[in-house]
């Protein structure tokens, strides 16, 4: 096997730990329980501060703005002793609920609910047939987005985000670790984890169930991810895996982002494929050593690149995967 392909982002994440990650909250630092609290600490907060949001507390944001975090701190929740995470809901206006623009931001221990956890598949296709774009007829979500680089996001759950849950964009970069991810499945959007611009994200040892896509990407040059160590659920009701290409965009490329790699997952749904590519990339592209429900490499993967519809030789690399393992 090559070398890890993400080595640019693992290291922006080494380069944040010695000043986030090593610190803990000391025990001046009270848990906010209010979401008037909360604003005060993020308008306020100094480099590295710690920002711990209360145990059972439930802060229901719909009538705020975007939260913003223009600082680099520790957004932390307060797990109670059943393990109970804190809430942050936002069940009104189509606005992103947090906004990530400082580097090296952590965010841990929290749970996100948006507005929406159906698809309106039925409503979307009947608008669609009249005329109408469907998709964009019902409040447009999202949970997390993210502009800064060397973002961490570790044990959250994210859910109800009719567009996405997290969304990379600009030059960000981001690792999503031991997260759950799921009802983010919008007909026609529904990403976990979508990726735009130069985006980079390393997305490990998650879960996700009842998305579209559960992970995605523009495809525009210069975007990578890398998933490994992830469980996908079988209610998907698109590839959980996705990269897009130049025929999405209507930009006359063929280009479907730098690098993706996917690798000792563990993908249950079989009612559509494991992954599809659909341009060409401008490195590589590859999938090995995962377990598949799948039956077979033809049934797990899809290529739609407007040349020849299946894998470039030297473009994309299959092996070593597990088929048949529920």
């Given at each position: 096997?090559?070398?890890?392909?993400?080595?640019?982002?693992?290291?922006?994440?080494?380069?944040?730990?010695?000043?986030?990650?090593?610190?803990?909250?000391?025990?001046?630092?009270?848990?906010?329980?209010?979401?008037?609290?909360?604003?005060?600490?993020?308008?306020?907060?100094?480099?590295?501060?710690?920002?711990?949001?209360?145990?059972?507390?439930?802060?229901?944001?719909?009538?705020?703005?975007?939260?913003?975090?223009?600082?680099?701190?520790?957004?932390?929740?307060?797990?109670?002793?059943?393990?109970?995470?804190?809430?942050?809901?936002?069940?009104?206006?189509?606005?992103?609920?947090?906004?990530?623009?400082?580097?090296?931001?952590?965010?841990?221990?929290?749970?996100?609910?948006?507005?929406?956890?159906?698809?309106?598949?039925?409503?979307?296709?009947?608008?669609?047939?009249?005329?109408?774009?469907?998709?964009?007829?019902?409040?447009?979500?999202?949970?997390?987005?993210?502009?800064?680089?060397?973002?961490?996001?570790?044990?959250?759950?994210l859910s109800g985000f009719s567009h996405a849950a997290v969304f990379l964009s600009g030059d960000s970069s981001a690792y999503i670790e031991k997260s759950y991810f799921h009802h983010n499945q919008r007909w026609g959007l529904g990403y976990g984890v979508a990726l735009h611009e130069r985006a980079q994200a390393r997305i490990t040892g998650n879960r996700f169930n009842w998305n579209r896509h559960s992970i995605a990407a523009s495809g525009l040059p210069g975007q990578v991810y890398e998933a490994d160590l992830n469980w996908f659920g079988p209610d998907h009701s698109a590839t959980p895996l996705d990269m897009h290409g130049g025929k999405d965009r209507s930009d006359g490329t063929e280009i479907a982002g730098r690098r993706v790699h996917i690798h000792h997952n563990r993908i249950l749904s079989t009612t559509v494929p494991a992954f599809i590519h659909r341009g060409i990339p401008q490195e590589e592209v590859r999938i090995e050593h995962n377990q598949l429900a799948h039956s077979s490499e033809k049934a797990a993967v899809g290529y739609y690149n407007g040349v020849t519809r299946k894998a470039i030789n030297g473009k994309f690399v299959f092996e070593g995967n597990e088929f048949g393992r529920d």
């Open positions: 096997m090559k070398p890890l392909i993400f080595l640019p982002v693992i290291l922006l994440m080494a380069s944040c730990s010695t000043r986030l990650l090593s610190r803990s909250p000391s025990a001046s630092e009270t848990p906010v329980s209010t979401v008037e609290q909360l604003k005060e600490r993020l308008a306020h907060a100094k480099e590295s501060e710690v920002i711990l949001v209360g145990e059972g507390v439930r802060l229901d944001l719909s009538a705020e703005a975007t939260l913003q975090v223009t600082v680099p701190v520790i957004l932390k929740g307060v797990k109670g002793p059943g393990g109970s995470t804190p809430t942050l809901v936002h069940l009104g206006r189509p606005l992103p609920m947090l906004r990530v623009e400082a580097p090296d931001v952590r965010i841990e221990d929290l749970r996100f609910e948006g507005i929406e956890k159906d698809s309106k598949k039925e409503e979307i296709i009947e608008l669609n047939r009249r005329g109408i774009k469907g998709v964009y007829q019902f409040p447009v979500t999202r949970g997390i987005e993210i502009v800064s680089r060397g973002v961490v996001l570790s044990g959250c759950e």
